[in-house]
T-cell receptor
Framework: DQQVKQNSPSLSVQEGRISILNCDYT??????FLWYKKYPAEGPTFLISISSIKDKNEDGRFTVFLNKSAKHLSLHIVPSQPGDSAVYFCAASVGRAAGNKLTFGGGTRVLVKP | KAGVTQTPRYLIKTRGQQVTLSCSPI?????VSWYQQTPGQGLQFLFEYFSETQRNKGNFPGRFSGRQFSNSRSEMNVSTLELGDSALYLC????????????FGQGTRLTVV
């Protein structure tokens, strides 16, 4: 039973446009959510996070939105750049100091076309 | 500051054998977590060690074990290997175990034949 799901395995977007990645979760105990980016042959890199007490968090070109009632979060990348081409994972934890016990979604492969 | 180092990068083992993977965390980090990444199951949490004690454990069989040394380096052991254990094994280190502090290594690609 997948507690965190990314229903779109891939996404293609033109450079300069917005990339929107979606993630759904089922475990209502999750209260901290993160997005990671992964290039081939590298480990995931932390991008941005959001606590359940917020509904939005921004960091430069990256914004994460959280809709707790729908158990849904999304990552917006504006504007998208070719270097953003990677696999993006959303992850969730119960508590921020969760001992890194993260539950990951299956990932969305993003391709940004020049 | 050196990153998280995992050795070896690639490994081929035969069914029934055992394997030990190593993870050297970022200097000063006390928490090390291990994850298994497979095409079918994605990234799954194995366990976390903090100051030489296992603090969290995922839903993996007892064939998967780990330990952490006083210098925070961690090893993961898989006994009686099965074909389904073929995966990328990632470790992540952080100072206190905070979810957004975690830095991942490049992983060890294990192939069981």
């Amino acid at each position: 039973d997948q507690q965190v799901k990314q229903n779109s395995p891939s996404l293609s977007v033109q450079e300069g446009r917005i990339s929107i990645l979606n993630c759904d979760y089922t475990n209502s105990m999750f209260d901290y959510f993160l997005w990671y980016k992964k290039y081939p042959a590298e480990g995931p890199t932390f991008l941005i996070s959001i606590s359940s007490i917020k509904d939005k968090n921004e960091d430069g070109r990256f914004t994460v939105f959280l809709n707790k009632s729908a158990k849904h979060l999304s990552l917006h990348i504006v504007p998208s750049q070719p270097g953003d081409s990677a696999v993006y994972f959303c992850a969730a934890s119960v508590g921020r100091a969760a001992g890194n016990k993260l539950t990951f979604g299956g990932g969305t492969r993003v391709l940004v076309k020049p | 500051k050196a990153g998280v180092t995992q050795t070896p990068r690639y490994l081929i083992k035969t069914r029934g054998q055992q394997v030990t993977l190593s993870c050297s965390p970022i200097s000063g980090h006390r928490s090390v977590s291990w994850y298994q990444q497979t095409p079918g199951q994605g990234l799954q949490f194995l366990f976390e060690y903090f100051s030489e004690t296992q603090r969290n454990k995922g839903n993996f069989p007892g064939r998967f074990s780990g330990r952490q040394f006083s210098n925070s380096r961690s090893e993961m052991n898989v006994s009686t290997l099965e074909l389904g254990d073929s995966a990328l094994y990632l470790c992540a280190s952080s100072n206190l175990g905070g979810a957004d502090e975690a830095f991942f290594g490049q992983g060890t690609r294990l192939t069981v034949v």
